[in-house]
């Protein structure tokens, strides 16, 4: 939804649910580590971080790695 939102190509979005099933906090810094592993994420690049929880709480960030 937030990349649909923000107009963002479905293949630029990452996720490992389907993976991993719901691990909370730990959800981003794994997506990150596989994206890492698998040189999808490059210095200098941009990322837009979107994390949503229990009780609709949720967070996000943009950084250049």
Do not use: H
């Given at each position: ?59 996000s ?5």
């Open positions: 939804m937030v990349a649909s939102s923000l107009g963002i190509p479905e293949e630029k979005v990452y996720n490992n649910i389907q993976k991993f099933g719901n691990t909370s906090a730990a959800a981003i810094p794994i997506l990150l580590d596989e994206l890492i592993e698998m040189g999808r994420i490059q210095p200098g690049q941009l990322l837009c971080m979107a994390g949503f929880g229990s009780g609709f709480t949720w967070g960030s943009i950084l250049r790695w």
